[in-house]
């Protein structure tokens, strides 16, 4: 895994408060989005994002990570 596109993908993430749209700002299908997100969750040993039916919202670990990223 490239670990520096999966930092910023969930950069993206966040800032465009779902994975299907940041999937569409970065030209990546939202399967590879979701993958690498997942990857980067293990890799980091953390859930970044709170997956949901009405969308994704960040928790407190994701929110001070995009800060650091970003």
Do not use: P, Q, Y
């Amino acid at each position: 895994m490239d670990k520096l596109r999966a930092i910023k993908s969930f950069v993206r993430i966040v800032e465009s408060g779902s994975l299907t749209a940041a999937a569409a700002d970065l030209n990546v299908s939202l399967s590879s989005m979701v993958r690498m997100l997942a990857a980067l969750e293990h890799d980091l040993g953390v859930t970044l994002l709170n997956r949901t039916l009405a969308g994704s919202i960040s928790l407190m670990m994701g929110s001070s990570t995009s800060s650091i990223a970003g």
